[in-house]
C-alpha cells in the first residue's frame, strides 16, 4: 500500500507558492441549475462570484432584525463561540449559529444556497462552519490576508480544495467600512505559511491571526498576478468564493457598521480528518466534526 503525501504541506520552515491540485469546480456545468453556465466559468476562473440584492426587501428587513437580536442577546455572554476583538470587548464574530441559532439554522440550510453550492462542489455538502462577522463603525478590526483552506488544512484537517463560502451582506458593504478583498485567479495558487501551530493557537486566532498567514513576498506576487478587487453592495448581497482564494478586509474607521454572514459548505466527500500541522483539532463549533 503506497503511502500518499500531503500536496499542501505548511505550518513548516519556508515559504512556498504550490499549484492547486484540485479542480475548482466538481460538478457539471448545466443550463437548468441554479447558477447559469457563466456563472460557473466565471467562478472557474476567478474563485468568486458576486450576486447583488439576492435576496428580497423584506428577506432583508427580517435578516436584520435577527441580527440586531442576536448582537444584543450576546452583549454579556461569555460562550466560547462569542469571539471578541483583540482590543475591546466588542463582538467580532458570532460561531455556529447554525446550531445555536434557529433563525440562522433555516437560512443555512436555504435551498437557494445548498443548491449552488452542490452545483460548484459536484455533491452533497454539509456545513463545516457558520459565523456572522461583525465590524463595527470606528473600532471593527482587520481581517488580515489569508486562504481558509490553509487555515481547514492545517488545524482541521480539511484533505482537500472541496469547500466554498457564501457570505451574505447584513448591512452596506462599502469602499469605506472595511469590505472584503479578494485576489482574482488567487484560488489556483497555495501558498504555505511559516510557524509551527501554537497549541490552543485559536483562541487568539480567532481574534487576530498571527500564522496561518502568508509573508509578504508571496501577498506581492500574487497582487501582482491577480490584482485585487472589492466585491461590494447593499444589505442582501451575496458572494461565493472558494476555499482557497486569497482575501481579507482592513479596518473599519468609518462611523458605519459592516456585519456578514458567513457559512462555509463542504462536500461530504471531503470529511475532515486529523489536522495537517499534527494540532489537536479546533473545536466543534470552528469546525463541524459530527
Known amino acids: 500500500m503506497s503511502i500518499q503525501t500531503d500536496p499542501y504541506v505548511s505550518r513548516g520552515s519556508r515559504s512556498q507558492i504550490i499549484e492547486r491540485q484540485d479542480p475548482v469546480v466538481y460538478g457539471n456545468s448545466r443550463d437548468n441549475g441554479f447558477l447559469t453556465r457563466e456563472q460557473i466559468r466565471f467562478y472557474d476562473e476567478n474563485g468568486f462570484l458576486f ?11 427580517k435578516l ?7 448582537w444584543m442577546d450576546n452583549q454579556h455572554h461569555n460562550d466560547p463561540e462569542i469571539i471578541r476583538e483583540s482590543q475591546s470587548d466588542l463582538i467580532r464574530s458570532i460561531f455556529a449559529v447554525h446550531r445555536n441559532d434557529p433563525f440562522f439554522s433555516t437560512l443555512c440550510q436555504d435551498s437557494r444556497l445548498v443548491s449552488m453550492a452542490q452545483e460548484i462542489l459536484g455533491s452533497d455538502v454539509y456545513i463545516h462552519q457558520s459565523r456572522i462577522n461583525f465590524k463595527s463603525g470606528f473600532r471593527g478590526k482587520e481581517f488580515y490576508w489569508h486562504s481558509d483552506f490553509e487555515t481547514w488544512h492545517a488545524e482541521d484537517g ?4 472541496r469547500a466554498l463560502s457564501i457570505s451574505i451582506a447584513l448591512t452596506e458593504n462599502n469602499l469605506f467600512n472595511g469590505p472584503l478583498m479578494v485576489m482574482p485567479g488567487s484560488h489556483r495558487y497555495f501558498i504555505s505559511c511559516v510557524g509551527a501551530t501554537p497549541k490552543n493557537h485559536y483562541q487568539e486566532s480567532l481574534r487576530k491571526q498571527q500564522y496561518g498567514i502568508p509573508d509578504d513576498d508571496s501577498l506581492t506576487f500574487l497582487a501582482r498576478q491577480c490584482g485585487i478587487e472589492m466585491p461590494t453592495g447593499s444589505p442582501g448581497s451575496l458572494l461565493l468564493f472558494d476555499c482557497n482564494i486569497m482575501h481579507g478586509s482592513s479596518s473599519n474607521i468609518s462611523p458605519y457598521p ?17 489536522p495537517f500541522a499534527g494540532t489537536e483539532p479546533r473545536p466543534e463549533y470552528i469546525a463541524t466534526r459530527d
Open 51 to 61: 450576486l447583488p440584492d439576492f435576496f428580497s426587501p423584506n428577506e432583508i428587513q
Open 158 to 161: 480539511m484533505p482537500r480544495m
Open 258 to 274: 459592516r456585519s456578514n454572514v458567513f457559512v462555509v459548505y463542504n462536500s461530504v466527500e471531503n470529511r475532515v480528518e486529523a
Open 64 to 70: 436584520q432584525q435577527e441580527q440586531d437580536r442576536l
